[in-house]
């Protein structure tokens, strides 16, 4: 497997790992809402006079609603988390690698939309420099691999060019006129 293979397939773990910590960040945020909440009600239940049932009813019942809910919110968490834990199996990595050493049959596959064909070549390229000569375009490609690559392209044809009759057919026609005359 060549450097800039490996590099792709880290780009792709690491762009993996970060979006489950970002959803983890989320969750954990969710959790300490839920605990948040939870007190205030506790705070809001122990202030009020026992003796003074119509208040202390319903705000035991919202305290124990918020405990319920921060105990949800908690175990939704946990198994969130160790299901996030088991994404990156041995196996997978192992998958991870071989898509790597099947890139170009993966860009090449039909089935393949361009958003993904897009974010396959931002995970290769750090980027890139055109530089506009009078016959040519110098492309200069920098890897995320640390190699680099140029390019010598022709410059395009502007749109008179692309619509210009090619001169061996004018040639053809101007013989075909003069016999004719």
């Known amino acids: 497997m060549n450097p800039l293979t490996l590099e792709v397939a880290l780009a792709v ?11 983890d960040r989320l969750r954990r945020q969710q959790v300490e809402r839920a605990r948040y909440e939870a007190e205030l009600a506790q705070r809001r239940y122990l202030r009020v006079d026992p003796e003074n049932r119509l208040v202390a009813d319903p705000l035991e019942a919202d305290w124990n609603a918020k405990l319920r809910a921060l105990a949800e919110t908690q175990q939704d968490y946990e198994h969130c988390r160790e299901k996030d834990r088991r994404v990156f199996s041995e196996e997978q990595r192992q998958a991870i690698l071989a898509l790597a050493t099947d890139f170009p049959r993966l860009w090449r596959d039909p089935n393949t939309p361009d958003r993904e064909r897009k974010r396959m070549a931002r995970l290769l390229i750090e980027d890139v420099t055109l530089l506009r000569a009078r016959q040519q375009i110098e492309l200069h490609l920098r890897f995320r691999g640390g190699t680099d690559q140029t390019l010598m392209l022709p410059n395009p ?13 004018v ?8 016999e004719h005359t």
């Open 13 to 23: 773990q690491q762009e993996l790992q970060s979006r489950l910590e970002e959803a």
């Open 157 to 169: 044809l502007r749109a008179w060019e692309l619509r210009r009759t090619c001169s061996e057919v």
């Open 171 to 178: 040639a053809e026609i101007d013989r075909l006129l003069n």
